[in-house]
């Protein structure tokens, strides 16, 4: 676990700024008929163009598969997280695509992520993004000086479980700044009071992965990345670069129009 100085939390904000700009023209973008490997191309040419790096192309894989291919994660439908991009995956009317994304700007990383809407989807897909985004939100006002890392995971699987959801159990938030995964873990579930204290210089990447029936996931055999719902179901995946400070929380990057969680 690693402290950062208003310094290091400055130039993270710029970094997440950048990520959610591109997320926002990404929405824009978004359309039955276009590929998921053309969101792809459109990111990564928007943080080249920025001084940036894609975080997530060439990472290494944590078993024995290939490196990550993509500049994005573009998990459709019941995937997860970690889908590939591919020029074969072309959006429908009533998916819903997580579009995940991360990059290295002047020596520190941003990492944030957004499930959106491809044109009018089932009502319960619209409920499930709204509840997945609202969990965020609830995990974002626990990320306060004295507070506990359970603390985030339980406000997020409490509002997730009353709505009839599932918290994933696999994948988990984490600590970010100079490296893109740093201590603590930060899980979306558990008890309150548990863990890692917070303290004032903590920069967490808080990311609340929902899926609208079990919990259980498998990885993709096909690409040994993708990781997809065992039923089937929905899944949904939200998340913000998030440092703790004496004011209280601060989401990294917000743009104007966006929700203040806290």
Same mark, same amino acid.
Not at 147 to 174: C, K, M, P, T, Y
Not at 222 to 246: C, I, M, N, P
């Given at each position: 676990?690693?402290?950062?100085?208003?310094?290091?939390? #400055?130039?993270?904000?710029?970094?997440?700024?950048?990520?959610?700009?591109?997320?926002?023209?990404?929405?824009?973008?978004?359309?039955?008929?276009?590929? $998921?490997?053309?969101?792809?191309?459109?990111?990564?040419?928007?943080?080249?163009?920025?001084?940036?790096?894609?975080?997530?192309?060439?990472?290494?894989?944590?078993?024995?598969?290939?490196?990550?291919?993509?500049?994005?994660?573009?998990?459709? !439908?019941?995937?997860?997280?970690?889908?590939?991009?591919?020029?074969?995956? $072309?959006?429908?009317?009533?998916?819903?695509?997580?579009?995940?994304?991360?990059?290295?700007?002047?020596?520190?990383?941003?990492?944030?992520? *957004?499930?959106?809407?491809?044109?009018?989807?089932?009502? #319960?897909?619209?409920?499930?993004?709204?509840?997945?985004?609202?969990?965020?939100?609830?995990?974002?006002?626990?990320?306060? #000086?004295?507070?506990?890392?359970?603390?985030?995971?339980?406000?997020?699987?409490?509002?997730?479980?009353?709505?009839?959801?599932?918290?994933?159990?696999?994948?988990?938030?984490?600590?970010?700044?100079?490296?893109?995964?740093? *201590?603590?873990?930060?899980?979306?579930?558990?008890?309150?009071?548990?863990?890692?204290?917070?303290?004032?210089?903590?920069?967490?990447?808080?990311?609340?992965?929902? !899926?609208?029936?079990?919990? *259980?996931?498998?990885?993709?055999?096909?690409?040994? /990345?993708?990781?997809? $719902?065992?039923?089937?179901?929905?899944?949904?995946?939200? #998340?913000?670069?998030?440092?703790?400070?004496?004011?209280?929380?601060?989401?990294?990057?917000?743009?104007?129009?966006?929700?203040?969680? /806290?």
């Amino acid at each position: 676990m690693v402290l950062k100085s208003a310094a290091e939390i #400055e130039i993270m904000d710029e970094a997440n700024r950048l990520l959610r700009g591109i997320l926002r023209e990404v929405g824009a973008r978004i359309a039955p008929g276009v590929t $998921t490997l053309e969101l792809d191309r459109f990111v990564e040419e928007r943080i080249l163009a920025a001084g940036g790096k894609p975080a997530f192309k060439g990472y290494p894989h944590p078993g024995l598969g290939p490196d990550f291919p993509g500049t994005i994660c573009a998990s459709l !439908n019941d995937e997860v997280v970690h889908g590939v991009p591919s020029p074969r995956v $072309t959006l429908r009317e009533g998916d819903i695509l997580s579009v995940d994304v991360g990059v290295l700007y002047r020596g520190y990383y941003g990492d944030t992520a *957004e499930t959106f809407a491809v044109g009018k989807v089932s009502e #319960e897909a619209r409920h499930l993004l709204e509840v997945t985004r609202e969990a965020l939100e609830r995990g974002v006002r626990q990320a306060v #000086e004295g507070n506990r890392v359970s603390d985030i995971g339980h406000a997020v699987q409490a509002h997730v479980e009353l709505h009839g959801f599932s918290v994933v159990r696999e994948f988990v938030g984490h600590g970010i700044g100079a490296r893109l995964h740093e *201590e603590p873990q930060i899980p979306n579930y558990g008890p309150p009071g548990k863990g890692m204290r917070l303290s004032p210089g903590m920069v967490l990447a808080i990311e609340p992965m929902v !899926n609208a029936g079990g919990a *259980e996931v498998l990885l993709s055999a096909e690409d040994g /990345w993708t990781a997809r $719902t065992k039923d089937g179901s929905l899944s949904a995946h939200f #998340e913000y670069s998030v440092a703790v400070t004496e004011a209280g929380p601060r989401v990294l990057g917000l743009l104007p129009g966006d929700a203040r969680p /806290w």
